[in-house]
């Protein structure tokens, strides 16, 4: 799941809203962990921390999806797009 980044989105200011900043910095951490496939302790967090991370956790989830359907549109773009660059050579060496 590692790209490299994990977007953080507006709402999830209001979704943390009732966090301290320790709160925060925990919640920030699994979600990091948890994009980049590593292992973290979701027992140890906060039962506040915990419901947001489930929050947070499904919008990593549907961002992922999101991302590998598009590498998967962008490769069969190039793909169609060297089939056809092929073809065209072909026609012209004909």
Known sequence: MAK????????????????????KGDL???VILYAT???YDHLLL????RICFRFLKGQVDRNEKISVARSEARKNKT??????DNKTQQNRTN
Request: charged share 35%; proline share 3%.
């Open 79 to 84: 793909e169609q797009n060297r089939t056809f």
């Open 37 to 39: 496939g590593k292992e």
């Open 46 to 49: 906060d039962d506040r921390v």
């Open 4 to 23: 490299g980044y994990v977007p953080i989105f507006f709402d999830w200011l209001e979704t943390t809203q009732d966090l301290t900043a320790e709160n």
């Open 28 to 30: 920030i951490d699994a």
